[in-house]
């Protein structure tokens, strides 16, 4: 088992009674010196403090498992990054996405709005008209921002 699976399950563990769930986990650097990201959130989003909370408890586990020098950074996942988790969809619904997936074998880019989530398929909405995508097809999804004049 890697350092990620084994902290995925530490967090996972953490946050099992509680609304959030992990986005992602992120380890850079050496055994010398580890940089851990990790991007949580819920359905209906989450605050710096929660973030800070949740931050405290992961360090705790960190502390007493893994012996080594690292610096622990627990956030949202912001716009800027992917989304991973169906619940991260759900909650964009309505929003407009950049997303890619494979089709026929092929790589295919698509912008249009997530009208629908169902229980493995995104509903895209572009140019009035609707395209389901499977989630294991994603291969990046992105929520793209409107900026206004």
Not at 42 to 66: A, F, P, R
Not at 97 to 102: A, C, G, M, T
Not at 106 to 117: P, R
Request: aromatic share 6%; net charge neutral.
């Amino acid at each position: 088992m890697t350092l990620i699976d084994e902290l995925k399950i530490e967090i996972e563990k953490l946050i099992s009674e509680t609304d959030y769930f992990l986005v992602d986990l992120i380890i850079r650097g050496d055994k010398s010196y580890r940089v851990i990201e990790v991007y949580i959130d819920t359905e209906k989003g989450i605050t710096i403090d929660e973030c800070s909370k949740i931050g405290i408890e992961i360090q705790s586990v960190l502390n007493k498992n893994y012996p080594w020098q690292y610096r622990l950074e627990v956030s949202s996942p912001g716009l800027d990054k992917p989304l991973k988790d169906i619940r991260q969809y759900k909650r964009h619904i309505g929003k407009n996405i950049k997303i890619s997936f494979e089709e026929y074998k092929l790589e295919k880019i698509e912008i249009g709005e997530i009208k629908d989530v169902k229980e493995n398929n995104i509903i895209l909405e572009k140019n009035n008209s609707q395209l389901e995508i499977e989630l294991p097809k994603i291969k990046s999804a992105i929520i793209q921002t409107k900026i206004k004049k």
